[in-house]
């Protein structure tokens, strides 16, 4: 896990950028004591008259703090302890007195603090390669310093909700260790080289269906973890004191595990419902299977047919009403098209509960059959995809190629089924019973 520390060099920042900066406020459970509260206070009080037109052209006005004051002040660096590591995100979109920062920056290195510029510049500059000229100079000078990195970025809503899903990776606790994996062939894919060394990374992050209201007690906060209004009961979590009326409230939130809201009302929260009656779903857009990205598929499949009849009754058939005549109509032409269909529902079908926040799913025709209904991750799911950049050294060549071609010519290519592919579970509990009953 890294400690980020947001810098927004606010004099060339303009007010309406500012504004959409301020729009990605975020919760998240970190491992340090974090207040949401305070967090959404601070950037919600972020001030949006220091932008200063002609700051990038001039020298800092009197009085003002530049970027260098700032990374050599030790404050920036002194926060958590030093077996964490910790990351500055440095927001702006230019830079003043390159020689100097650069200065800071070493200092910087040697205090183990990583730092990213983030230098947001207008779309016309990324259409033209248009680099401004104090952005071409100071990026060359810190070029070589290991501990900075300096990224360029077109501001636009999309690209910044990318920049926060990444600083969201580097929150994450150093537990969550990279996933490797080997993958083994029979035959050698060149050479004698039968095996592909490859990580896993998680596409997709489940969350929570809503925000339940909970009971909590007002002297720290903490949630009681069993709702009653037998006041006889109410114990303190922290201290385990009995706590009287007036010391819990009602009318608050959880989120997460631990991180409690007080609301004014209880309107704020809902508590997730089990389904008992039938699942809506609205069909919002249509899409192409042959470009749907598989990433974003989530959970279990969902075999769906139509009520009325079982999925062997043809459509021919003199009992098929009008609703089973629609399914398969649809089911046809949707299938023709190669679509699919989007739908949201406020149910989520992997817990089977009704919560406040909506899901997403796919249902995905067949030529004659039934059809499937897969959940789609929605923009809070979705994970950033891992860094990979392909050098001209990684340029397959056509021996590689040829011998790859070769390799895969020896595999046998069949229509998956499942029936043919046991995972072993029943010969292997039939095994376990076996010894059982010897054992007596």
Sequence with gaps: MALLCFLLDLRNIPPPLLHRLKQLKIGYRPGEKFNLRDFHHAVNNIPLYGFLPDQHVGSPSSGDVSLANLFSNRAIYSWATDDI???VIAIC????NPEALRRSLMDAAEQCVAVDFIMLEPEAAFMYGDIPANANSFVNRICDLENCVVRRYNPEPQVLRGLVKRWLEDLKDDKEEILQA???FRYPIIDSVKHICCNLYASANHITDGFPSCQACKCHGCPIDHVTTNK??????????QLASSDVTDTAVRIGEQTVLFLPTSEG???LQ???TSISFDVIERTQL???NEGVIMGRSFVVIPSSNDVEVALTDECSDQNTQIFYGLCETLFKLDQGLVCSSSCNIETMKIGTLQCYYLLIPSEKGPMLLRRLAGSEEILPLPDMNRDCKSKVTMKIRNSVE???SKIALKDYNPVQHERGFHSKLNRLVKDSLQFG
């Design 274 to 276: 089990r389904v008992s």
């Design 85 to 87: 590591s910790k990351k």
């Design 232 to 241: 006889v009961k109410w114990m303190c979590p922290i201290t385990s004191r």
């Design 406 to 408: 070769t390799s895969l």
């Design 93 to 96: 979109m230019s830079a003043q």
């Design 182 to 184: 080997v993958f083994l």
């Design 269 to 271: 929260g809902s508590n």
């Design 290 to 292: 042959a470009s749907m």
